[in-house]
């Protein structure tokens, strides 16, 4: 099984700055890593697929990059909306799917 | 639209069972399978098993191998997750899922809750 391993755990962050949240997998995962925003209350949302495309409807403000085992989401121009939980999956070898814990990204 | 509905929460007493409903839109039931995930407090999510409602095929996650069954009624393109043997380690948001073809999960329902509590 592969294990996701997300850093940091919390990241506090002002409105308008840059968040940037690492994933790193136990073994190649290729370009096969997806990350999506939990909300409380709310169905968790794709927000990218294959490491660094969008998902539709998704700001440009968010964007992945990496390949392999090293991956990075980041946020650019903070908004309220964008405090929440994220998380990476790999999708490369199915199933099992595995996520890594998450990061919460708080308002500092 | 794709649309995932599921049931409402649910609170039950350790060792019992749940069995949470996934009502899906469209064409899902045809061309796409469902997938349970389940997210425990201050834990990061933890996939359960899928179902490819077409066929009935299921796979869980070991961990989950002797507690879960998945099933699918095509009629009503409603999937369900049963767990048995309930403890307090299973008080958990759970959700449904569609996976895409490439194996990402596109659409999500809007999660249920289940509470273990004696």
């Known amino acids: 099984e592969i294990v996701m391993t997300q850093s940091p755990a919390t990241l506090s962050v002002s409105p308008g700055e840059t968040a940037t949240l690492s994933c790193r997998a136990s073994q190649s995962v290729s370009n096969n890593l997806a990350w999506y925003q939990l909300k409380p209350g709310q169905a968790p949302r794709l927000l990218i697929s294959g490491a660094s495309t969008r998902a539709t409807g998704v700001p440009a403000r968010f964007s992945g990059s990496g390949s392999g085992t090293e991956f990075s989401l980041t946020i650019t121009s903070l908004q309220s909306e964008d405090f929440a939980v994220y998380c990476c999956q790999q999708y490369f070898n199915w199933p099992p799917w595995t996520f890594g814990q998450g990061t919460k990204v708080e308002i500092k | 639209q794709v649309q995932l509905v599921q049931s409402g929460s649910e609170v039950k007493k350790p060792g019992s069972s749940v069995k949470v409903s996934c009502k899906a839109s469209?064409?899902?039931?045809?061309?796409?399978?469902i997938t349970w995930v389940r997210q425990a407090p201050g834990q990061g999510p933890e996939w359960m098993g899928r179902?490819?409602?077409?066929?009935?095929?299921?796979n869980y996650a070991q961990k989950f191998q002797d507690r879960v069954t998945i099933t699918a009624d095509k009629s009503t393109s409603t999937a369900y997750m049963e767990l048995s043997g309930l403890r307090s380690g299973d008080t958990a948001i759970y959700y449904c899922?569609?996976?895409?073809?490439?194996?990402?999960?596109?659409?999500w329902g809007q999660g249920t809750l289940v509470t273990v509590s004696s």
């Open positions: 899922a569609r996976v895409d073809y490439d194996g990402y999960f596109d659409f």
């Open positions: 469209g064409d899902i039931f045809r061309s796409y399978s």
């Open positions: 179902i490819i409602p077409i066929i009935g095929a299921t």
